[in-house]
């Protein structure tokens, strides 16, 4: 079955025994999280404070390139910046059917779901290559302003700022209904090139860090890949992702970047569903509200409980755990997006080789199973290795409590007995395995 969940295209529904699944998705999270708590007695990730050498570093990423390569990364900003105006463009003087129009997909498809694959696998993409840099490079090389800005950035901003840019993107893309639009996509997208370039202007660089919902969304994700920015200096390496996970800077809104990431995921699965689409149009009837009001009420509460329910189950810890609700993110963000970008993926990049043509029909879905088997696995992985990490950080947490865990001297915290320290972590372990039966029941019941 196809329904429409998206601001282009659709989602494809895999048949799975829903109920076995549901079942064995809570199971195995329960007992990964009683086997790492009763086998795991020491921090093996790490126990210095999140952040201390946090891969959101506020300097533009090719201030520390040689010349070469500063070179090509310019260059590449600069090429992406050109398509952003290409896209602009054809958006606003192109055909206005989306199907012949390749800005709906590009933002939708390529953008947000393709950001998902490229940043877990290369690291943070869209901070290397990020356009907006590079507009941002121009506009002081004409203003003859300082690349750091003129204004310090408040205290206390921390993420929020991202975290607005993208509640405004999942609920254009999730609500409206001409969120395909090409004329409103490339409003969209040149009124976050405007806003966000024009912060940095007056905040400087470290605005894209904090600030640009796209870099902050990318860069999250990159936190699980296999390469990462050198702890001790410029340059690449190899690293554990539950190091890169480790090294996230804690931040004034960081929760509500993550609530807003899964929430409008969850709602995304929620509005898909053939339920959705009777009670929102009865609630409709009955209320005389429009149903656009209905859904952004929805959207705002499902990720309003997302963040509340992380902090009732944190309660002290929520700074010190927040990593642990990236994997669960970016687990079932795979699950729930894999059959979209496999299926309108090629018809996105095709459109922009030839946006004058339609796009191609519809290809049909590769070994439905195997998708179907990896779509489970993303989430089941995603919520094991929250457990795993959240459980690492609390170790971390309670260590750094009772000893430097550099000179080895006792610190000023209480010694925590291991019971205690899985009591701790039991609100948080039930919640995740609540999401896990909620993503897999969205996945393959709803």
Not at 76 to 86: F, N, Q, S, T, V
Not at 122 to 147: I, K, M
Not at 306 to 330: H, K, M, Q
Not at 335 to 349: D, F, I, Q
């Amino acid at each position: 079955m196809t329904v429409l969940a998206h601001g282009i295209g659709g989602r494809t529904d895999l048949p799975l025994p829903g109920e076995l699944v549901l079942q064995a998705g809570g199971f195995v999270v329960l007992v990964s999280f009683l086997a790492v708590g009763l086998a795991w007695r020491r921090p093996r990730f790490g126990t210095e404070q999140p952040g201390d050498h946090g891969d959101h570093g506020d300097a533009d990423p090719a201030e520390h390139l040689t010349a070469g390569r500063e070179r090509a990364q310019l260059a590449a900003r600069c090429l992406l910046l050109a398509l952003l105006g290409y896209l602009v463009a054809v958006a606003f003087a192109g055909n206005p059917d989306p199907d012949h129009n390749p800005a709906p997909r590009a933002l939708y498809v390529l953008l947000w779901v393709g950001l998902v694959p490229a940043s877990l696998v290369f690291g943070p993409v869209w901070r290397v290559v990020n356009p907006l840099r590079a507009l941002h490079r121009g506009v002081c090389a004409v203003l003859r302003l300082p690349p750091a800005g003129i204004r310090e950035l408040p205290s206390g901003l921390g993420y929020w700022p991202a975290a607005i840019g993208l509640a405004v993107f999942v609920w254009l893309e999730l609500v409206p209904d001409a969120r395909a639009d090409p004329v409103v996509v490339g409003g969209f997208i040149a009124g976050y090139a405007v806003l966000i370039t024009a912060a940095a202007t007056v905040y400087g660089t470290r605005w894209f860090s904090l600030g640009d919902p796209f870099e902050v969304y990318s860069t999250l994700i990159a936190a699980l890949a296999p390469v990462g920015p050198k702890s001790g200096g410029p340059g690449l390496e190899f690293r554990n992702p539950f190091r890169g996970l480790n090294r996230v800077r804690p931040a004034p809104g960081l929760v509500a970047v993550l609530a807003v990431w899964w929430g409008s995921t969850v709602f995304d699965g929620v509005s898909g569903s053939p339920w959705w689409a009777t009670t929102s149009q009865l609630a409709a009837a009955r209320s005389g509200l429009p149903t656009e009001l209905l859904a952004t009420v929805v959207l705002v509460g499902l990720i309003g409980l997302v963040a509340l329910s992380y902090r009732l189950a944190t309660g002290a810890l929520a700074a010190t755990l927040v990593s642990t609700l990236i994997p669960i993110a970016v687990g079932y963000t795979i699950a729930h997006y894999a059959s979209l970008l496999l299926v309108e993926g090629p018809r996105a990049v095709t459109q922009l080789v030839d946006p004058s043509g339609a796009a191609p029909p519809l290809a049909a879905l590769p070994a439905p199973v195997l998708i179907a088997a990896i779509q489970v696995a993303a989430i089941l992985v995603g919520h094991v290795v929250g457990v795993v990490a959240g459980h690492d950080r609390v170790l971390g947490a309670s260590q750094n409590q009772t000893e430097n865990p550099t000179t080895g001297v006792p610190g000023n915290g209480p010694v925590l007995t291991d019971q205690r320290r899985l009591a701790d972590e039991i609100p948080l372990v039930l919640l995740m395995i609540l999401y896990t039966m909620i993503g897999i029941y969205l996945l393959v019941i709803a």
